[in-house]
Structures are given as C-alpha cells and as structure tokens.
C-alpha cells in the first residue's frame, strides 16, 4: 500500500506536449480510474508513474519517495498491459514467476508462491500451458498474476479490458474490483470506457488534451460536471447542450427562437451559456403541456429496458432517455419537460462549470 | 488466390517435377558415375546404369584425398563460423535495436557496409590482417610517432606480431565479421512487441537478463535458420581456406577435392573424383535435414 503524489508532471515529446502539468494525489488503498479520450494523455501519465517513460517536468512521488530518477523495478509498482504482453515462450508458471526468477527467490519458495496466486485467480488447472493455448480472459488473469505475484505497492492498468469481448470485461471488471478488496493495494486504471470507469473507480479523474479536467468519486463527476467536457464525456447518451443567452426570466435558445424559463440563475443577463440536461432528466409531455419545449422525433432505439428517443430541435439534436412504454412516430411532435434543478451550466467561452443551483442539487449517498 | 483445378493441379504438379528433376540429375550422375570402374566411367556416352565399385571407390577416395581429417577440419570451421556468426549477428542487432546511444546510426551503417563488401572484394588486406592481427595497430603507432617515442625512451623497437595463418580463428574470424546475419535478427527484434521489453522491466529484469531469458529464446527459429546457411556457406568456402592454409593439417575437405580430380597426364580417375565429392556433400545434407523444419520456419514466419 503506497500513496502517490504527482506535482506538476509534464511530458514533452520532441517539441510537443502531451501532458500539460498535472497534480494529483491518490491516497493509500485507493482505486483510481483515469478516463479519457484517446491521446488525452491518460497512458503517459500512468507509464511515467511506472517508469517506462521519463517525467520532463515536475515529480512523482509513492509513499513520500519521489521516483523520478528510479528503475520500474525500483518503484514497487506492477503493471497489466492491455495486450497482456505475456512471454510467449513460457509457461503459466513461468510467466507468473518470472519476476520472481530474476530477483532470485528460491525456486521451491516461488513455486509456492506461484501456487497462491493461481489459486486466487483459478488458474491452477492452466499452468503448464502456453500463452498461446489460452483464452483471451485466461491471458488477462496471468497477466494480473504476474503484476501481483511481486505484491507491488501499486498497481497500474492500461486499458486491460479493451481486448476483452463485452461479457468477458463485464466478468473481469468485477473480479478486479474483488481483487482490489482483497489485496487493498492502491489501484490506477486507465480507461477510455466511460461505464467500466465509472463501475470501477473509487476515484475518478477525467482527462482532456493533456490536462485533469475533473477528480471525484464516479457519482459526483456524473452529476456535477465540472466542464462542458466532463459533461459530455461521461454518460450515455451524452448530455444535450443547448446554447443560449441568459435574459431576465431564463434563456433564449437556439439564436432566439426558443424561449426556457429559469428562474435566479444569478448570471449576468447577456452571458453565452451552454445548458445542459441529462437525456435521463427529460419527460416526454404533450407537445402544447405549458414550459415544453416541442421537438420533432427524428429517431427510435430500443433499449429493452427502455428507449432512446433522439428528437430534433430546432435543428439541435437533443435525445431522451425513457422507460415509459411509448413509442412516438418518427416525424411527430412531443414535449419536452425537465426541472430547472437537472440544468448544468456552462460557460460557452471557457467550458467551465457556472454554478447557480448550488444549494439545491442534492449530493447522491456514497 | 487460390485455385484447385485437376487441370491446373497437373500442371503444377508438372513444373514442380521438372524442377526436381532438374536439381537432383546431377547428382543422380554423379552417384552413378562414382559407382562405375575406370573403364566404365571414361565410356562415351557414359552408362547410366550403376556400376558395382561403389564402395571401392569411396574408400579410395577417402583414402587418396586422406578426408577423414580434412572433414573433421572443415566440421570445425563450419561450425566455428555458424556459431560465432549467430552469437555476434544477434548481440550486433541488439544493440542496435533496443538502445540508443551517441554514433549508433554510424555502426549500424558500418554494418550494412559490410554486406557490400563480401570477403573476395577484401581479400588483401583480410589477408594482411590474419597474417599479423597487429598490423593495424603498428601501422598506427609507426605514423603517429608512438613507436619512434616508445625506442627513444626505452631502446626498445616495438614490433607487435600476432600471426593467424594456418590457425583454426584465422579461419573462422574473417568469415564471422558480416552483417547477414544482423539485418536476419534485426528484422526479427523489430516484430517483438514493445510491450514485452517493458513487461521485462515491470519484472525488474536488466537489458541482458531480458536479452537472455526473452530476445533469445524467442529467436530460436532465427538461429536455427541463420545457423543452418552459415554452416552451409563455410562449408562450401573455396578461396579463403585455400589462401590462408598452406600447411595440410588445416586444410578443408572442399578445397582437398581439387587433389582427386586428374591431372592432365594423369589417369582419368572421374569415379574416385565424383566418389569424393559425394562424402564431401554428406555433412552439409545432413545439416539440412536436421535443421529443416527451424530452417524453414525461421525465414518464412513470425510466431505470433
């Protein structure tokens, strides 16, 4: 168990920067996921944090050591790669043990050990078997019984579930979350999926070109973004993003023509905002219900569960989430109702979170 | 595209034929000419049905060329120049490929250089080379003054003298030094996944622990092949052993051959000849079968 602390960590290639400054501080035992789109950033940071790759500027420390200048090994982190990178040549065991071999611990100690950790991830049966005769899922968990076998101060994954099919990441995710539990080791994830990062993360940091644009647990990050960004990126269907200008009894939207009615948004009249509403957050009214908006309804997806219904607005696309059992005729009308509360405001210059609603969003229980 | 046609099946079953053919005759005629007497083998046109001195042959040949010792010299050589060759070839591509330092662009084209410039372009000064190892090193010292230095301060005239010739390294070393080998790694070290050199060091293992316990056993196919062409091609060398070996207890089996032809005067004996040619070809065919499937699967595929 280990904390690690990044202070200003930038990364330069060549002439271009691909991380900005960063300032982060991951506490002991912590999971913490690091989303983002590709090119954000995201792996650089986590491969610094390992050692593969040099910090230009600034420090990382774990556990009050700063690492800048050590060895990965050195580190006492381990790391799961997203194509397992498993030594194609050797067995299971070998593979799992292989750390062990080169740091010189006894063979009959590191078959024992090889033991313990195949037990935990039930590979017991595989390991005579070569890289090559396993399953996808069954790479994966050698691979992660390579990382602990060291009983590393810190684990690091990229992207490990990418290669997975859908079942199999739903499988692994929760089984790297028990294994978190159990081993209690600070975790970093690094993810470009929104939903296994929000499934996973005791901490969540969402990243955009370079930059943090947001840390918290997965349930704050979800409702209240602190970008335009952040908004968009994490949930799905994204959140529609109306722009408007603030007038004195609300916002006038879509270059006038739609009128919303928010009451003490507390911004200047005449600020460029963005407003944004979960597609979870609107009901679907009659068209004429008083305070909708009207819509024409562009496209249906069923869901099972639910459906999505994409509408259009004034040429805006906006889309609703529902589990009503409705099915409005692609080409029709519907309103469109939501409590000013569900509104998220945005800056249109900066992306940055106004907060007007302060008081009256209520933070989820944890 | 892949067609199966009988028609086309045929064909190619054909033109495969006629390549066999074509490979193998000669030596379907060299074994039956080694099989005839010398009355028979000197007959125009020749009989191609085989003679019954086979085996009188052979022995004559082994005992007249005395080839039992100059195979075992020619093993060793062989082999010297097989192993070294893929010792050297994969440190050489090593280097190149995983690290970088300052003038690495400059070895790596020092290297290619030698692909241009086989042995027979730099037969002189390899000669010079082998014959005093030194030579480089005097010359040196002779043009910067050291040695004039060094017998004005001491009264000793330096002379650096170290001789290969007739010398199983005079041998080998020269045909070691090319780059064949390297660029046959090379292509190999770039198709290994970065991501594994990095679990290597996740695992804490140095750049020769991870050259060893990864580089290498994954090359195995490399080595087998590149082992497998380096045996062939030293076996077959001609002109270098022959230039440098003046004393007979080095010299080679091939270049040995050259006594069982007739010389002009002397009796016709093309069966003893083509008897001895065939003990001559023996080992390298034994290698390739040997070596066949690494042989194969180290030119062709990458093990994914």
Partial sequence: MASITIRGVKKNYAKTQVVHGVDLDFASGEFVVILGPSGCGKSTLLRMIAGLEEISDGTIAIDGTVVNKLEPRERGCAMVFQNYALYPHMSVAQNIGY?????????????????????????????????MALSGGQRQRVAMGRAMIREPKVFLFDEPLSNLDAKLRVQMRSEIRKLHRRLNATSVFVTHDQVEAMTLADRLVVMNGGRVEQVGTPAEVYSRPASRFVATFVGAPAMNMLEGTVTLDGLSLLGGNRKLNVSRTGLPVGAKVAAGIRPEAVRMVAPGAPGALAATVDLIEELGAGRVIYVDLDGAPFSIVTSETVHPEPGSTIGLQFAETDLHFFSSKTGARLDVFKASVPEPAL | MV????????????????????????FVIVAI???????????????????????????????????????????????????????????????????????????????????????????????????????????????????????????????????????????????????????????????????????????????????????????????????????????????????????????????????????????????????????????????VLLMQRWFVRGLIATEK
């Fill in chain 2, 3 to 26: 067609e199966r046609t009988p028609i086309l099946n045929f064909f190619t079953h054909l033109i495969l034929f006629a390549g066999f053919v074509f490979c193998v005759a000669p």
């Fill in chain 1, 99 to 131: 750390s062990l071999k080169v740091a010189g611990v006894p063979p009959a100690e590191r078959a024992q050990r090889v033991q313990a950790v195949a037990r935990v991830l039930e590979l017991e049966h595989l390991l005579d078997r070569k890289p």
């Fill in chain 2, 33 to 287: 000419a080694a099989s005839h007497n010398l009355k028979d083998v000197n007959d125009v046109p020749m009989s191609l049905l085989p003679g019954s001195d086979f085996w009188v042959n052979i022995k004559t040949a082994w005992v007249t060329a005395d080839l039992g010792p100059k195979l075992l010299n020619s093993f060793i050589m062989a082999f010297g120049v097989a192993a070294g060759k893929v010792i050297v070839s994969a440190l050489t591509a090593f280097s190149i490929v995983y690290f970088r330092y300052p003038g690495r662009t400059l070895i790596f084209w020092l290297i290619f250089i030698t692909l241009m410039l086989p042995l027979e372009v730099r037969i002189v000064p390899t000669y010079a080379v082998v014959a005093n190892v030194l030579e480089p090193y005097q010359t040196i010292m002779d043009l910067t003054g050291l040695s004039w230095l060094i017998e004005k301060i001491s009264g000793v005239r330096v002379q650096l003298s170290l001789g290969l010739l007739n010398s199983y390294s005079g041998l080998i070393l020269p045909l070691v030094a090319t780059a064949t080998g390297t660029f046959l790694y090379r292509q190999f070290f770039l198709t290994v996944p970065d991501e594994l050199t990095e679990a290597a060091r996740m695992d804490g293992a140095g750049a020769l622990r991870f050259f060893v316990d990864i580089l290498l056993p994954l090359s195995r196919n490399n080595m087998g092949a590149l082992g497998t062409i380096m045996f062939l091609w030293a076996w077959n060398q001609y002109l270098w052993p022959l230039l440098i070996t003046t004393d007979q207890s080095h010299a080679m089996a091939v270049t040995e051959l050259k006594q069982l032809i007739p010389n002009v005067g002397g009796a016709p004996e093309w069966h003893i000849a083509m008897a001895g040619t065939l003990i001559v070809m023996l080992p390298p065919l034994i290698v």
